[in-house]
């Protein structure tokens, strides 16, 4: 007997990448033209238009043929100096990571440290700045959508907590998982250099990554001395499309179109929005119902902060996140999110974002409801009821 294929679609629950609308996946399989062709440059502009609405900014956007953590590095080396100081408001392992790339660029790393669980309060932001006289910290970095621990941060607190501590430094958003699922507004929220990628809520290939840049930003960048070429906005802003170093990833920009299009002529940003927090409630009324009989719990405990793109969820006692995975995946074809860093084999992680409605939550909800089962993990038996009323409401 050959070894047993699952049929049918797997069902991705990953927070990113995310799936792929099939329209997108054939915008983007055309011939490649040449980057400088005018008929592309109409599309290339059109989706920088698109871009800065969905990020709702109308100020410069540079793109690198990268995934997120290109981003993350452009906007550290485009507005820093070697020695210059950060402060990483911590969330959980992907604000860690940041503080660890901006360490291994020669920056010094200051924490607003937090209880994965909670995040960091913008009091102790506000606090940590008021210490800082002498103005050593020169950029706040913020995960707006925490992934590893689904929690969203509030930026518009952290903003006023540099502006009531009467700070220069700049405010870095990280918006990965956030951007074209959850709301974020760059200019009204005074983030002066976003980070974005393809493959979360914009439902695109991974490979590209960008920052929003604020005037007050490209004026720093003006005295930044970190060391970047690829990555350079002085370098880019000579190029014909004012980004990209390199070669134009054309067929990004076709996908991009299609993805834009489907965002915002077919749906409409605020009703995207308003789909992922509908997904996202049946997705946490499935959770807190399963917690009973000392079952998994969210991991998030701040109510205000739980996440709309993806729900970290941790296991009871005892039983391992990767075991439950491994069911929901070798037997059922169900791909969950695991753990990171200090949460792996104690979390697993169902993203909802992106390319998704109500059948493809129920279905994947349900998997993780048999995988328990079948594995043997305690839970109280119901939690895809309690999504189904959720989703009735
Ligand atoms: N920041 C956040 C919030 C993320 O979720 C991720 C990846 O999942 C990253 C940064 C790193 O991005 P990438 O994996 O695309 O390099």
Do not use: A, D
């Given at each position: 007997q050959p070894a047993r294929k699952p049929r049918g679609r797997q069902f991705f629950a990953n927070p990113g990448p995310t799936n792929i609308p099939d329209s997108v996946l054939l915008a983007g399989a055309r011939q490649t033209v040449d980057f400088n062709d005018p008929n592309f440059v109409e599309v290339y502009t059109a989706c920088i238009d698109g871009l800065k609405r969905v990020l709702k900014t109308t100020q410069n956007i540079f793109l690198y043929t990268g995934s997120g953590h290109a981003a993350w590095e452009a906007c550290l080396v485009n507005l820093l100096s070697p020695g210059d100081a950060v402060l990483i408001v911590e969330s959980g392992y992907f604000s860690e990571s940041w503080a660890k790339m901006a360490k291994d660029l020669g920056l010094e790393v200051q924490t607003v440290a937090a209880d994965w669980r909670r995040g960091a309060d913008p009091a102790a932001v506000q606090a940590a700045l008021a210490a800082d006289r002498t103005h050593a910290i020169k950029a706040v970095c913020v995960v707006h959508n925490e992934t590893a621990t689904g929690m969203t941060l509030p930026v518009q607190e952290i903003r006023a907590a540099i502006d009531a501590a009467g700070h220069p430094a700049l405010l870095l958003a990280d918006?990965?998982?956030?951007?074209?699922s959850l709301d974020f507004r760059m200019d009204e929220w005074g983030v002066d250099a976003s980070v974005g990628g393809s493959?979360?809520?914009?439902?695109?290939?991974?490979g590209m990554s960008f920052n929003g840049v604020s005037a007050k930003a490209m004026e720093a960048h003006k005295t930044s001395r970190l060391p970047k070429h690829y990555f350079n906005w002085t370098n880019m802003l000579a190029r014909p499309h004012k980004s990209?170093?390199?070669?134009?990833?054309v067929s990004f920009f076709y996908a991009l179109q299609e993805s834009l299009r489907l965002i915002e002529?077919?749906?409409?940003l605020e009703n995207v929005f308003a789909r992922h927090h509908r997904l996202a409630q049946a997705v946490r009324a499935a959770v807190q119902h399963w917690s009973g009989n000392n079952g998994p719990q969210l991991f998030c405990l701040n109510p205000a902060r739980y996440s709309d793109s993806v729900t970290a969820i941790l296991m009871p006692e005892g039983f391992n996140a990767d075991d439950l995975r491994a069911v929901a995946l070798k037997r059922f074809n169900v791909s969950l999110g695991g753990g990171l860093g200090p949460l792996g084999g104690k979390v697993f992680r169902i993203g909802h974002l992106g390319d998704l409605n109500e059948p493809m939550i129920l279905g994947t909800l349900s998997t993780v409801e048999l995988a328990m089962r079948v594995a043997g993990v305690p839970h109280a038996p119901g939690g895809v009821d309690a999504a189904i009323a959720a989703l009735a409401d």
């Open positions: 918006t990965i998982s956030s951007l074209g493959q979360k809520g914009l439902m695109l290939h991974t990209f170093v390199g070669t134009v990833p002529q077919e749906e409409g």
